[in-house]
């Protein structure tokens, strides 16, 4: 039967319905496990599964929207950083002419440019730069004495600068390790965030379950507190019992009615709450939501230190400290390389090309002598000078630079290590915390069983309470709310029992939160 009604411990749950009689009769009762089943059954709304809760608020929730927001963020800061190590083409042309006029018989009077260059460059994760390029250069002149005209000047490098101290390695990958660890951060909180949605999920869930149990058992007490008032009206009319009897079953109904209320309210405020998580509302017509599941009552688990490992392992939001503390370590090992002094290494591998039409160009020393300069090609031909590197050049050396007291990278790289500090400190109490967290959920999960066979005991002890009552009252030693008042009690040990069912499932969310899931739990 559903919400574990057990017919065994409710046999006598509650005495209903007690009609007039005679001193002589026995006091009618009706079977208590029916009228609890119908009084559930009689509690509108609208059923939801859990597993559908879940799935609905993972769906729904704005809190997974915006973890999952953020680590798309994280991606796009991570991209941005990687994408700052990207190799970039570039290229130029320029034209250019100039009229001038003659100062000289070896100066010219028309110059003119025309200038290309591509490449390409990149930064280096080591903290250098790479430069590619290859310039070209067509130049015509009426210069006397000029030995070619178009010219073709071509010039290919590889320029490297390599920092050895002050941006060298972390400095340069600062930025993107920290990205890194920031995008793994984020996945970690939003792993959290669903985790969390989900136990949030069945924790209201099931406080659910108790409060319509609750409920369903304070409806049955309310009607026996009617049944009780008629019968004290009846008995007091026959001059059975005096005026007190018929107040104590006023009373008694005074409370349970407003007990009802009370439960309902709260039914009706935990339906409200688990529709806030889930991001719906009851179907058209239905009042709240009704669970259908019912708790576990027994579970497996491991020893607790094995538990706590797991948890440290695999908890989302530890993972979330211990990212934060990596960006903080990456940040402050890039302020270290970046407060030393600079010293860069600076080299180049180069080559040229010069090609051209020859010209007829004067002879000194004669008359009207003249002489042709052979053409030794075009642009092409140029080129190919350069890429079989016909003429050859290099470069190397260093260049070093000091900051006069080295206060600014000096005090961010105390900055970031004190950023460390706080991180590593933060990782720390967050480790304690979730111990502390997981030992505490653990002894609940650990506890359920004995648990429900204290209260499965104590609402035994209730129900032999009822059947000597019941005795008693056949013999006319105790009275009909004295009856009443053990039905209470045992209603109020079977809510114990309820209450200790959802203790249990309830601390097993909270375990399989804290393990990530990673802790098999729930036996049905």
């Known amino acids: 039967m559903r919400f574990g009604f057990r017919p065994r411990m409710f046999a006598a749950l509650i005495l209903v319905s007690i009609g007039a009689r005679t001193a002589s009769a026995e006091p009618p009762t009706t079977d208590p496990d029916s009228a609890l089943a119908r009084s559930l059954r009689s509690i509108a709304g609208a059923p939801l599964a859990l597993d559908a809760a ?35 083409l570039y290229a130029d042309a320029t034209w250019s002419s100039e009229k001038v006029p003659r100062s000289s018989i070896f100066s010219e009077t028309e110059h003119g440019t025309h200038a290309l260059g591509i490449g390409a460059r990149t930064d280096l994760q080591t903290g250098g730069h790479l430069d590619a390029s290859v310039r070209s250069r067509r130049e015509t002149t009426d210069a006397p004495f000029a030995s ?67 409920y369903a058992v304070d409806k049955v007490l309310r009607d026996n507190g009617v049944a009780f008032l008629d019968e004290a009206r009846t008995r007091a009319r026959a001059g059975l019992v005096g005026p007190n009897a018929v107040a104590n079953a006023r009373v008694f109904l005074a409370a349970r009615e407003v007990s009802l209320l009370d439960r309902g309210e709260r039914m009706d405020a935990l339906s409200d709450d688990l529709g806030t998580l889930i991001g719906a509302r009851p179907e058209s017509g239905a009042e709240r939501f009704r669970s259908t599941a019912e708790p576990p009552r027994d579970f497996s688990i491991g020893a607790a230190d094995a538990v706590v490992e797991q948890a440290l392992a695999h908890n989302p939001t530890l993972q979330l400290y211990v990212q934060q503390a990596d960006a903080a370590r990456a940040r402050a090992r890039g302020a270290r390389w970046k407060a030393l002094p600079a010293l860069d290494f600076v080299g180049s591998l180069a080559a040229n090309g010069l090609t051209g039409r020859g010209r007829t160009l004067p002879v000194f020393g004669t008359a009207d002598s003249t002489e042709t300069v052979p053409s030794l090609g075009n642009f092409n031909d140029a080129l190919q000078e350069v890429f079989k590197r016909d003429f050859p050049a290099w470069s190397a050396g260093f260049r070093f630079t000091m900051p006069i007291g080295m206060r600014a990278d000096g005090g961010e790289r105390d900055r970031a290590s004190a950023e460390v500090r706080v991180a590593e400190q933060q990782l720390e109490g967050a480790r304690r915390g979730l111990e502390a967290q997981v030992r505490q959920a653990y002894r609940e999960l650990d506890h359920a069983r004995d648990r429900l066979r204290v209260t499965e005991d104590g609402v035994e002890a209730s129900r032999e309470q009822v059947r000597i009552g019941r005795l008693e009252y056949q013999n006319g030693r105790t009275t009909a709310f004295e009856l009443v008042r053990l039905a209470a009690d045992l209603a109020s040990a079977e809510q114990g029992y309820s209450q200790a069912l959802v203790r249990g499932a309830k601390a097993a969310a909270t375990l399989r939160e804290l393990t990530a899931g990673a802790e098999p739990l729930a036996n049905h």
């Open 54 to 88: 879940k799935q609905r608020a993972l769906a729904h929730s704005t809190d997974v929207a915006q973890a999952e927001a953020s680590v798309r963020a994280a991606a796009g800061v991570l991209r941005r950083e990687r994408g700052a190590f990207d190799p970039s």
């Open 148 to 214: 070619f005209s178009p010219q073709y000047t071509t010039r290919g490098s590889i320029d490297l600068v390599q920092p050895l101290l002050k941006g060298f390695g972390p400095a340069a990958r600062q930025d993107l390790s920290a990205a890194e660890r920031d995008l793994a951060a984020a996945q970690a909180a939003a792993e959290a965030t669903r985790r969390g949605v989900e136990a949030r999920v069945e924790r209201s869930y099931w406080d659910l379950y108790a409060a319509e149990r609750d």
